[in-house]
């Protein structure tokens, strides 16, 4: 494996609207991003998932300004030149725009070009506001995992008419206002295919089916570094977790077993 440089500018991804695939995939440290760089990503996301999937939080509620500006510092060391997308965490831009503008600056001076957050019409102040400073803004409807208390859950959104008809709506309110792109992330196949249809930028979808414009799935979810349960949308194209025990279970029976370390492992002088 080569590996590519396939830098984007958000004009750059809003013009691939109905082209070739866009690839997101997740990183919060500077290793996971420069193997999504070296792997030829077309964007990286700093999610809040790292409150889930790293700091063993039951979910994304938990996760800090200061967790998301310093996992976005080290993505953006790790994957240089790379377009980082930050998630503003819960509470952090739900108290009005000008509270949402500081801390977007505050993941733009980490190290993002671009932040993301959750929900449709109703956040429609702030993400002007956000434009206004000259920060693009990524959308994301469906699950939106910040929501999960209000959802009674992490479930599939969208499956009745009248969720499905809001769905629309919010994707329609928020691309008109100006984000960049939008993800949709646990909706139904059909549905998602119908707004990527229907709104004029790229569509990127987690368990939302094959008709959007691009996909993003979760770093660890991907390379097998999550456990052994994962949603079903997602695809594991490694078990790292299992080569991993393996080495260090290695590892250990070398060092009892007075193998490690070797002569060429040691300094002589
Ligand atoms: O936080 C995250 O990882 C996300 C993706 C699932 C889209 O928002």
Redesign the pocket.
């Known amino acids: 494996m080569g590996t590519t440089t396939r830098a984007l500018t958000v004009p750059a991804v809003q013009d691939r609207k109905g082209a070739e695939p866009l690839v997101m995939v997740?990183a919060y440290d500077a290793p996971s991003a420069r193997v999504a760089a070296a792997a030829g990503v077309d964007m990286v996301?700093v999610?809040?998932?790292l409150g889930m999937v790293v700091l063993g939080y039951p979910d994304?509620l938990h996760v800090t300004l200061e967790d998301m500006e310093r996992a976005t510092a080290a993505v953006s060391r790790g994957a240089p030149g790379h377009l980082v997308v930050a998630?503003l965490p819960w509470t952090t831009y739900h108290q009005g725009w000008a509270e949402a503008v500081r801390s977007a600056a505050r993941l733009v001076r980490a190290g993002a070009s671009a932040v993301?957050l959750e929900g449709g019409a109703k956040r429609l102040a702030v993400l002007t506001a956000l434009l206004d400073a000259e920060i693009p803004v990524m959308g994301?409807l469906g699950l939106t995992?910040q929501s999960v208390h209000a959802m009674g859950g992490y479930r599939v959104q969208g499956r009745m008419p009248d969720q499905a008809r809001a769905l629309v709506d919010d994707a329609v309110a928020v691309t008109d206002a100006g984000c960049f792109s939008l993800?949709l992330?646990g909706v139904p196949a059909p549905l998602a295919a119908e707004v990527t249809q229907v709104v004029p930028v790229p569509t990127i979808g987690?368990g939302a089916g094959a008709g959007c414009d691009g996909q993003?799935l979760?770093f660890h979810d991907l390379v097998g570094l999550s456990g052994p349960r994962v949603p079903r949308f997602v695809r594991r194209y490694a078990d790292l977790e299992a080569q991993a025990t393996s080495a260090v279970a290695s590892w250990a029976a070398d060092v009892r077993a007075h193998r490690f370390p070797d002569v060429a492992e040691s300094y002589q002088a």
Do not use: A, M, N, Y
């Open positions: 997740t996301l999610g809040d998932s994304t998630d993301k994301h995992p993800v992330e987690i993003v979760v």
